[in-house]
């Protein structure tokens, strides 16, 4: 009997080039997996996010699970996997609307860029503790959690030379851990993003993270410009409306990404399902 197929894509957002930017994989499954053989898929891919996406009434559904369990919010693997559904899917598509765990999300075509609304999370200030400095390598200006944890060092080079203690990561509230400063010259921030308690060392872009950053970076401009991570060589822009709120007067802002595919195969759910029975 015909084992039972899932397509799988593998697509670097935020780059045009192979092997940069940051890798997310994208399942087409048929219709949904149980949860298990999807963590399983996701656990075996060992990329920070795998996105699963169904047809359903018409519209689309969406999923994301790193290796260490679901997530209830990504951004480079939702708008990688638009580009997958509008490049190998529905072609004549310029906008798609992905129905996630926590509401709506669209993302729309523009040329070669894909563009998606996201909507930051609340953030309050909290106390700099002698376990961030440890935990980090430097000591913070300052703290703020949402769903994770931001800290904001002194200096862009703190940002790019940290070697956190992924152990002592764990330890600190928040879901990531994400560090940021002041950037030089062109970029007004840089950051990088810590996952450890999912699996994750670092991210190498991470679009959650921007929910966190730029409501920090908005006091400060309307246009919240390019955000680097030194480490991945990648660059991506992320726009802050000036009005800063829809018409239901929710805040948003847009990631803006370009993408490379690296390849598409098919994964087979009994031999995942064989594989872990031995």
Not at 46 to 65: D, I, Y
Not at 110 to 116: A, I, Q
Not at 205 to 217: D, E, T
Not at 221 to 226: A, Q, S, T, V, Y
């Amino acid at each position: 009997m015909e084992a039972n197929m899932i397509k799988q894509f593998i697509a670097d957002a935020f780059t045009d080039k192979v092997f940069h930017g940051n890798p997310a994989a994208i399942c087409l499954p048929e219709r949904w997996p149980d949860e298990k053989l999807m963590q399983d898929i996701a656990s075996e891919n060992r990329l920070s996010e795998t996105a699963f996406v169904v047809k359903e009434n018409n519209g689309w559904k969406l999923r994301w699970f790193t290796p260490g369990g679901e997530i209830d919010l990504c951004g480079h693997a939702t708008l990688a996997t638009a580009f997958v559904l509008m490049n190998f899917v529905e072609p004549d598509l310029s906008e798609i609307e992905f129905s996630i765990l926590s509401g709506k999300l669209s993302v729309k075509k523009k040329n070669e860029l894909y563009e998606m609304d996201f909507p930051p999370y609340e953030l309050k200030r909290v106390e700099v503790t002698e376990a961030m400095e440890n935990a980090i390598g430097f000591k913070p200006l300052e703290a703020w959690i949402g769903r994770d944890l931001v800290c904001i060092l002194e200096r862009e080079d703190q940002v790019i030379n940290a070697q956190p203690d992924l152990e002592k990561v764990k330890a600190l509230d928040g879901l990531l851990l994400h560090i940021t400063s002041k950037g030089k010259e062109k970029y007004d921030c840089v950051s990088r993003t810590f996952a450890p308690k999912l699996a994750v060392d670092e991210d190498p872009v991470c679009g959650s993270g921007h929910c966190h950053l730029v409501p920090l970076k908005r006091s400060e401009r309307k246009r919240f410009r390019p955000t680097r991570l030194p480490l991945a060589e990648a660059s991506f822009t992320v726009n802050c409306p000036e009005a800063g709120s829809n018409s239901q007067g929710k805040l948003l802002f847009t990631l803006v990404a370009s993408f490379a595919l690296r390849f598409s195969s098919k994964t087979s759910a009994e031999k995942v399902s064989s594989a872990e029975a031995v």
